[in-house]
């Protein structure tokens, strides 16, 4: 994690990372203003809180109330070497938690991270350097010099590898930083990596050693860099929204017809009948949420048809609303990446039919799995932790590149199917098993769902989308039948990248699948994105009418706008939002695709809440006390937001009790809530005070640093894009 550090006034310094600001001083003693912690305080009080943090989670997990448990840490100083300290830290536990539960409360705090880093000892490394933003590598891992490890599907060694893709993100002014790793099975390694000034950017990569799975984590960012999936239903700003080119220097703007018809020029016969088959989809459906640039129309991006070499234009909020980012991929190679990204695409394709059919699959005999001794090490590793795995053969038939594994968790009845493709069935059943585990402790295995017999359950849609980004939808029990639906195959479809993408492209013509791709090497590393229109998408299509993510462009003005607003403007944005059917607990940040704060107001604000200080702000008082009440039934919001609105409960209660007297409540109000609280609470009631906890902003994202901070990321992008073009 990258810490930014800017001094302050006389000894006060103020550290950044994330979304958090903390101050540190100096005691006054020590020439300081005592206005804050000093920084060992806040290495001090790290240690205790980390321990606390592991009770909890022990204690949340087995139910045992924490209200009357206390911890305390004390650091006990060596009088002959202060840096020589022993930190003890006392638990107190009630009498009713068993023998059992106090040693594993005890081992939990074992577990500290703080502890673990200090224990092992942390090296230091101090440098002057030029720029702090420049050196894509520093926070990464070292790579061996001079070493060439060369594993199967890449075309350039590792260590090659990495080398030209952080080369990538330094030319872009991009420093990565490594979030996390886990390796808590042998041969089974992943990790979490980010851009340390805008942490919204992120992957996770997975392989069988440390490099590997490094090189996959920066594959999969550049990736997403070269397709623009990191700023997916995001806003732009209005400087992005009308400069020369809004996503890629060759996209085209189309205006939509008369009456609001599609326009020529965008799609072909073929995509039409998939995305418009009864003639529903209209052009407004189809400009982009992230311009919002209405008056410009449909930005749309070229894809070459593979059938016949001819570009196809598609829209990007098309790419966006359906396909996520099923069918992308980084290679050193053309090739390379082809097959990546449709292994990727078959890989998900046969894990749906497989789901939704519930097709039971074929065992991987123990005497094939034997050849692959590191994925056997893996299986036997997480047996060994009480874990049963299946291993399967996903090919149907020998069709398909895929394989699967599949993790059972007898504690919780749990069930985890992962699927892995690559025309080699070595690769396929290595990506099957590091996806299973990628980025998951053992405890996090505690979160996957049982198996059912509900079909209804399995086949709908929302479960495959839950599949697709984590895994953790419901699988059929039918799926674990010891009598399976096709016979075991031991394929391999193998050879040169080059060959292997030409493979895995017939079995789509062989599918009757058009397949359309988009080509992108501007940033040094070739990137495709391949579109399968009726077989790769990951939303159902109607959601391009029903669902689409530009909703965000019938409110996302009135919203940034809010405390501008006047009461005609604020009823107008109500009677919307009441009349558009939305889910009342959808947040803003997703409705208009931008990024606030998620420890602030609006970094919470639902649907919900928005229009219940709408009408506070009306002083529409009946309405605002329904919501109010809605709101207290299903709030997951902070405490400190739980309490003003009970509050406004209350003081809404009494103002619309023509016998009550708000006078006559207003001292044990206050003394329940709080006079701050009150305050607010009254001034809000009557008017006086509008949109309690949310600060003024604009279309200039005024205030707004974490989005701020996404569309600098988007910049640095699309700088490079213009050059490109401009050369």
């Known amino acids: 994690m990258e810490i930014n550090v800017n001094f302050l006034d006389n000894l006060r310094l103020e550290a950044k990372f994330d979304d958090f600001t903390v101050i540190a001083d100096q005691p006054i003693r020590y020439k300081g203003d005592g206005s804050a912690p000093s920084p060992f305080d806040y290495f001090l009080a790290s240690s205790a809180l980390c321990a606390a943090y592991f009770v909890r989670v022990y204690c949340l997990s087995r139910n045992i109330p924490t209200h009357n448990i206390r911890l305390s840490q004390n650091n006990i100083v060596d009088p002959e070497n202060r840096y020589n300290q022993i930190f003890r830290i006392q638990v107190e536990l009630p009498e009713d938690i068993s023998e059992k539960d106090r040693a594993g409360i005890l081992r939990s705090i074992d577990r500290c991270t703080v502890k673990k880093v200090v224990q092992t000892g942390p090296e230091f490394r101090i440098e002057a350097v030029e720029n702090l933003e420049q050196d894509a590598q520093a926070l990464l891992m070292e790579i061996p010099r001079g070493e060439s490890t060369y594993i199967l599907g890449k075309d350039l060694p590792l260590e090659q590898t990495i080398a030209n893709m952080t080369g990538i993100l330094e030319r872009l002014g991009m420093k990565i ?119 410009r129309g449909i930005c749309a991006l070229p894809f070459v048809r593979q059938s016949d070499g001819e570009t196809v234009y598609f829209p990007s909020n098309l790419i966006e609303n359906l396909f996520l980012s099923n069918g992308m991929s980084a290679g050193n190679t053309l090739y390379e990446a082809q097959v990546q990204c449709l292994s990727e695409i078959f890989e998900r394709a046969v894990k749906r039919e497989v789901i939704e059919n519930e097709i039971a699959l074929p065992d991987v005999p123990v005497e094939v799995l034997e050849n692959f001794p590191g994925v056997l090490e893996g299986v036997r590793a997480l047996e060994e932790q009480g874990f049963p795995v299946l291993v399967k053969d996903a090919s149907l038939g020998g069709q398909f590149p895929v394989a699967c594994v599949t993790l059972m968790n007898p504690r919780t009845g749990g069930v985890f199917a992962s699927f892995g493709a690559h025309p080699s069935f070595e690769v396929a059943l290595e990506r099957s098993l590091t996806e299973l585990m990628q980025g998951r402790s053992f405890e996090g295995l505690n979160d996957v769902p049982p198996p059912t017999f509900n079909s209804l359950a399995v086949t709908e849609p929302n479960n495959f989308v839950e599949h697709f980004i984590d ?38 013509a062989e599918l009757g699948k058009e397949a359309y791709m988009a080509l992108y090497e501007d940033l040094g590393a070739p990137v495709c994105r ?132 708000l006078d006559d409540y207003r001292v044990n109000l206050g003394r329940m809530f709080g006079e701050q609280t009150l305050e607010a609470v009254i001034g809000s009631v009557n008017g006086s005070v509008r949109f309690h906890g949310l600060t003024p902003t604009n279309m200039q994202l005024e205030g707004l640093d974490k989005h701020l901070r996404l569309i600098e990321s988007y910049k640095k992008l699309h700088a490079a894009r213009g050059g490109k073009l401009a050369g």
């Open 177 to 295: 930083e490594i979030g996390s790793w886990r390796n808590i099975v042998p041969h089974v390694w992943s990790l979490h990596v980010r851009d340390a000034a805008s942490p919204m950017c992120f992957t996770n990569g997975k392989g069988a050693t440390k490099e590997s799975a490094l090189c996959s984590a920066l594959g999969e960012f550049i990736e997403r860099l070269n397709c623009n999936f990191f700023y997916n239903d995001q806003f732009f700003g209005e400087e992005i929204a009308n400069s020369a080119f809004v996503h890629y220097p060759n996209e085209e703007w189309f205006k939509p017809g008369p009456d609001d018809a599609l326009p020529e020029g965008i799609l072909d016969d073929h995509c039409l009948e998939i995305y418009n088959p009864d003639g529903e989809l209209r052009g407004s459906n189809l400009i982009d949420t992230n311009s919002g640039n209405v008056e």
């Open 530 to 661: 391949i579109l399968v229109p009726g077989y790769s998408e990951v939303y159902p299509v109607e959601d391009l009418i029903w669902d689409n993510t530009n909703m965000a462009l019938d409110y996302r003005e009135d919203i940034l706008n809010l405390h501008s607003l006047d009461d005609e403007q604020l009823a107008d944005l109500v009677e919307r939002l009441e009349e558009s059917q939305l889910d009342n607990y959808k947040d803003i940040i997703t409705l208009i695709g931008i990024e606030f704060d998620e420890n602030t107001a609006w970094g919470q604000l639902t649907i919900l809440e928005l229009k219940l200080l709408i009408y506070l702000a009306l002083q529409r008082h009946e309405e605002a006390l329904e919501l109010v009440e809605s709101f207290l039934q299903y709030n997951d919001n902070t405490v400190e937001r739980g309490l003003f609105y009970r509050a406004v409960n209350a003081v809404l209660e009494i103002t619309l009790d023509d016998e009550l007297e």
């Open 471 to 508: 895994s953790t939808g419901v699988v059929s029990w039918r799926f674990f039948s010891a009598r399976s639906d096709y016979d075991f195959c031991e394929w391999d479809f193998s050879g040169s990248n080059e060959e292997e993408a030409a493979f895995l492209f017939g079995i789509l």
